[in-house]
C-alpha cells in the first residue's frame, strides 16, 4: 500500500505495509524499561467479589488492570503542559500525525562527570536539512535499552543550546531514547525543555517531545515520514508509538 505526500512544491512516496516501529512495548514486569525512581508497571487480572478477570482462572475474558506512569514506563509524548502550571494536554495540542522526519545518530559527548549531546553535534548531523520532526538515537545502542533501569544512572541529556538551536531549526517534534531532554538531577530547572517549547517567549504549544524510543540498528541515517500517533489521554504525556516509514526512491 503505497502514498504519495507532497510537502510544499515536492512529492514523496511512501510504503504504509512498510512502518518501522521506535517504540517500546510496556510489560507489567521488572524488566520494562524504567526511570524516576517509580515502581514497575503491573498488568493483572482484575477482581471483584470472587471475580478474577482471566480465562485461566474461570473468567469468561480476560479483564486486566493496569497501572504504570507514561513519563517512566516507555515510549510516550508530552506536549508543554509537562511543565506548566496551566493544565494542558497533549490529546488536544497534537492534532497532526505524519511529519516529514530526520533519523540521525549521535556519540553523547563527555563534559565531567556527564555525557550530553551539545549544539554543534546537532549541527553536524542536521546540515542544512529543516525537518518537522527530529529522531536521535544515541550510541551505544544496545537492544538492553528497552529494558534498561535509569534511577540514579546520570544518563545522558541534551544541552540547552541544542534545544534552543532545534526550537530555531523549526524543529516541532523532537524524539530521543533516553529517559528525558534534561538531566536527571536538575533541582528542577528542566533548561532543555524550556528552551524547546520557548519558555522564554511565546510557548510553542503544539511541539512535542517524545522520549524512551528505541531506534534499532537496522534504521539507517537519514529523511523519513513520521507517523505519530498518541493513546488520546486528556494529559500531558501519553504512551505513543512513533512509526517511520522510509522515503522511496
Same mark, same amino acid.
Given at each position: 500500500? /503505497?502514498?504519495?505526500?507532497?510537502?510544499?512544491? !515536492?512529492?514523496?512516496t511512501?510504503?504504509?505495509?512498510? #512502518?518501522?516501529?521506535?517504540?517500546?512495548?510496556?510489560? #507489567?514486569?521488572?524488566?520494562?524499561?524504567? &526511570?524516576?525512581?517509580v515502581?514497575?508497571?503491573?498488568?493483572?487480572?482484575?477482581?471483584?467479589?470472587? *471475580?478474577?478477570?482471566?480465562? /485461566? $482462572? #474461570?473468567? %469468561?475474558?480476560?479483564?486486566?488492570?493496569? %497501572?504504570?506512569? @507514561? +513519563?517512566a +514506563?516507555?515510549t510516550?509524548?508530552?506536549?508543554?503542559?509537562?511543565?506548566?502550571?496551566?493544565?494542558?494536554?497533549?490529546?488536544?495540542?497534537?492534532?497532526?500525525? *505524519?511529519?516529514?522526519?530526520?533519523?540521525i545518530?549521535?556519540?553523547?559527548?563527555?563534559?565531567?562527570?556527564d555525557?550530553v549531546?551539545?549544539? !554543534?553535534?546537532?549541527q553536524?548531523?542536521? #546540515?542544512?536539512k529543516?525537518?518537522e520532526?527530529l529522531?536521535?538515537?544515541?550510541?551505544?545502542?544496545l537492544?538492553?535499552?528497552?529494558?534498561?533501569?535509569?534511577?540514579?544512572?546520570? @544518563?545522558?541529556?541534551?544541552?540547552?543550546?541544542g534545544?534552543?538551536?532545534?526550537?530555531? /531549526?523549526g524543529?516541532? +517534534?523532537?524524539?530521543?531514547?533516553l529517559?528525558?531532554?534534561?538531566?536527571?538531577?536538575?533541582?528542577?530547572?528542566?533548561?532543555?525543555?524550556r528552551?524547546?517549547?520557548?519558555?522564554?517567549? !511565546?510557548?510553542?504549544?503544539?511541539?512535542?517531545?517524545?522520549?524512551?524510543?528505541?531506534? &534499532?540498528?537496522?534504521?539507517v541515517?537519514?529523511?523519513?515520514?513520521?507517523?505519530? $500517533?498518541? &493513546?488520546?489521554?486528556?494529559?500531558? &504525556?501519553?504512551?505513543?508509538? @512513533?512509526?517511520?516509514? /522510509?522515503?522511496?526512491?
Amino acid at each position: 500500500m /503505497k502514498a504519495v505526500i507532497k510537502v510544499r512544491t !515536492k512529492n514523496y512516496t511512501i510504503n504504509l505495509s512498510e #512502518g518501522l516501529d521506535i517504540s517500546m512495548p510496556l510489560q #507489567g514486569s521488572e524488566s520494562n524499561v524504567n &526511570a524516576w525512581y517509580v515502581d514497575a508497571p503491573v498488568i493483572e487480572p482484575h477482581t471483584e467479589e470472587g *471475580f478474577v478477570g482471566a480465562v /485461566k $482462572q #474461570g473468567a %469468561s475474558v480476560n479483564f486486566n488492570n493496569i %497501572s504504570f506512569n @507514561p +513519563h517512566a +514506563h516507555g515510549t510516550h509524548t508530552e506536549c508543554a503542559g509537562h511543565i506548566t502550571e496551566e493544565f494542558m494536554s497533549i490529546n488536544q495540542k497534537l492534532k497532526q500525525f *505524519f511529519f516529514l522526519a530526520e533519523v540521525i545518530t549521535i556519540a553523547p559527548e563527555k563534559i565531567g562527570d556527564d555525557f550530553v549531546i551539545s549544539k !554543534k553535534q546537532l549541527q553536524y548531523a542536521l #546540515g542544512n536539512k529543516k525537518r518537522e520532526a527530529l529522531v536521535i538515537r544515541t550510541i551505544p545502542n544496545l537492544s538492553d535499552k528497552i529494558s534498561m533501569q535509569y534511577s540514579n544512572t546520570n @544518563p545522558p541529556y541534551l544541552l540547552e543550546e541544542g534545544a534552543t538551536f532545534l526550537k530555531e /531549526k523549526g524543529v516541532d +517534534h523532537l524524539l530521543i531514547d533516553l529517559p528525558s531532554v534534561d538531566k536527571e538531577k536538575d533541582d528542577g530547572l528542566l533548561v532543555s525543555h524550556r528552551a524547546f517549547w520557548n519558555f522564554g517567549g !511565546k510557548i510553542r504549544e503544539n511541539a512535542t517531545i517524545t522520549e524512551f524510543i528505541y531506534v &534499532a540498528n537496522t534504521i539507517v541515517d537519514g529523511s523519513y515520514f513520521l507517523n505519530l $500517533q498518541v &493513546a488520546p489521554f486528556e494529559n500531558d &504525556a501519553s504512551p505513543s508509538r @512513533p512509526v517511520l516509514y /522510509k522515503i522511496e526512491e
